[in-house]
């Protein structure tokens, strides 16, 4: 009874070695990766080199991620095997195992655990990857050509999974546009429902007699005191200006406008301001 039991329990452990070397047997080459996700530099350890020199040893056909691949694998990432190195060390004891996913990303071969006591990192790794590489060779891989796997060849190349994030990535930039292109009609429309308002330039409540010695009298403006200063008055009357005390004697800025108004030279009085970036000076007749 227990030797008939043993056989079924050993028969179980071939059928599965068949099955996992038949999967494997239907895929050309093997692409290795240039850094595994447990280093931190690409073929740190020379351990992505040696991936490659090992699988090429038991009869794969293995590249490197970023290497010009045959045209075949361009055309049909699904002839070929993402390989992966998971890192799986305790304290003492450093452990690898060997991964073959599809163009699916799903797992098709896990290997053993490699295993390796050695202390150093580089003899460590090494010794464990060629440990785990056992498995590898004991599936005894020849290529067997598989219809299905073939047959996903298309002629823009890459793997189904690849194609479609292509397409998404094409949808979201076709969402981009439009987008950008609503923005743009937005502010297309907006521009033309409101056009810019022309800017009036400051109007002189003063005949424009700028630096002209005419006579004012008939434009005298009348001081009559508010809080902080001074509102200046026509004959209107017509408030033309509202001025404020400064810490100077004479010296009024003017409200709303950047400009000043302060006596000159005996009686004259003179407001004066920035225009174009030009410095105007016009002379007012103010009786306070």
């Not at 509202?242 to 108004?261: D, H, M």
Request: charged share 25%.
């Amino acid at each position: 009874m227990k030797t008939r039991i043993f056989s079924i329990i050993a028969a179980c452990f071939i059928i599965t070695s068949v099955v996992s070397q038949t999967n494997v047997n239907n895929y050309k080459y093997i692409i290795v990766p240039s850094k595994f996700e447990f280093l931190k530099k690409k073929d740190q350890y020379q351990l992505n080199s040696l991936t490659q020199f090992l699988f090429n040893k038991y009869g794969f056909e293995a590249v490197m991620e970023g290497s010009d691949y045959p045209n075949e694998l361009s055309r049909n990432r699904c002839l070929g095997l993402r390989s992966n190195v998971i890192n799986d060390s305790g304290m003492f004891k450093t452990k690898l195992t060997i991964e073959l996913k599809d163009c699916n990303d799903k797992v098709v071969y896990t290997s053993k655990a490699g295993e390796s006591r050695e202390k150093e990192y580089n003899k460590a790794y090494m010794g464990a990857l060629r440990s785990a590489f056992k498995s590898i060779e004991a599936l005894d891989y020849k290529y067997q050509p598989n219809d299905n796997i073939v047959g996903l060849q298309t002629n823009g190349g890459g793997t189904k999974v690849e194609v479609n994030e292509e397409i998404e990535q094409l949808k979201q930039e076709i969402q981009n546009l439009k987008k950008e292109k609503e923005v743009d009609v937005t502010a297309n429309a907006m521009e033309v429902a409101a056009p810019p308002v022309p800017v009036k330039p400051i109007e002189s409540h003063v005949a424009n007699k700028a630096e002209s010695d005419v006579d004012l009298s008939s434009n005298v403006l009348y001081a009559q005191e508010i809080k902080d200063g001074f509102q200046l008055v026509d004959s209107t009357p017509k408030v033309v200006y509202k001025i404020k005390k400064t810490g100077f004697e004479n010296v009024f800025l003017v409200e709303r406008r950047s400009a000043i108004i302060y006596k000159k030279e005996g009686h004259n009085w003179v407001i004066e301001y920035y225009s174009n970036n030009v410095l105007k000076q016009e002379k007012l007749n103010i009786k306070f």
